[in-house]
């Protein structure tokens, strides 16, 4: 984590708590983490996710790798300490639109272990569900429309997840989805199910 620079600050509590937000939108607050290589199908399945929780009245928001980047975390590159420091802020991020009830959509490589298992520590229990999004790069390559792992193994893009810098797959995520072999309706389809079976929203 990187070095807290601030002092002499104090939580402020306000009136209206978690349990309130939570009551007045008609379900829980809790984070979806998408991880997977470039291509795989993490913002293709996220939008399709918010779109199936918006109909069923879900209030959700979609934080994605590159929207984040515009913003956000601008300042920030992609050597491993810059990938550190995007996936804590998306994880403090996240944790504060738990606190006020909404459902956190996230789609970011996420490569190393280490950084997504800080975001599940940094939240309450059951608010982190980490799904892998389970592609072989090589499928991926097929689907990449941007050409960026052509530019890659041209050595055009350096430090790029899958080809010159590693990806370390989840170790016990909540859900996997296959997406080799899986559509993306089955995928959103597998998510929706899942949140249903574990209590994290109605069923429809």
């Excluded at 918010?50 to 992609?78: P, Q």
């Excluded at 991020?93 to 009830?101: E, I, P, T």
């Excluded at 799904?131 to 390559?141: A, K, L, N, S, T």
Aim: with cysteine.
């Amino acid at each position: 984590m990187s070095e807290r620079k601030a002092t002499n600050i104090v939580w402020h509590a306000g009136n209206v708590t978690r349990a309130d937000r939570e009551k007045i939108n008609g379900h829980k607050g809790f984070t979806v983490w998408f991880t997977g290589l470039s291509g795989s199908g993490k913002s293709t399945i996220a939008v399709a996710v918010e779109k199936a929780l918006w109909e069923r009245g879900v209030r959700t928001y979609i934080l994605d790798g590159d929207n984040v980047r515009h913003g956000l975390n601008s300042n920030l590159g992609f050597s491993p300490e810059d990938r550190t420091e995007n996936i804590r802020r998306i994880g403090e991020v996240s944790k504060l639109f738990n606190d006020a009830g909404l459902v956190a959509l996230t789609a970011f490589i996420s490569p190393y272990r280490d950084d997504r298992d800080k975001v599940r520590a940094l939240m309450a229990d059951g608010d982190f569900l980490e799904v892998f999004v389970d592609c072989p790069v090589e499928e991926c390559e097929k689907r990449d429309v941007k050409g960026l792992y052509a530019k890659a193994r041209a050595g055009q893009i350096k430090e790029f997840t899958g080809i010159s810098a590693p990806y370390e797959e989840p170790s016990k995520p909540e859900l996997v989805l296959r997406t080799a072999e899986l559509t993306a309706q089955q995928s959103t389809d597998k998510v929706i199910a899942h949140l249903q079976e574990k209590g994290y929203i109605p069923r429809a």
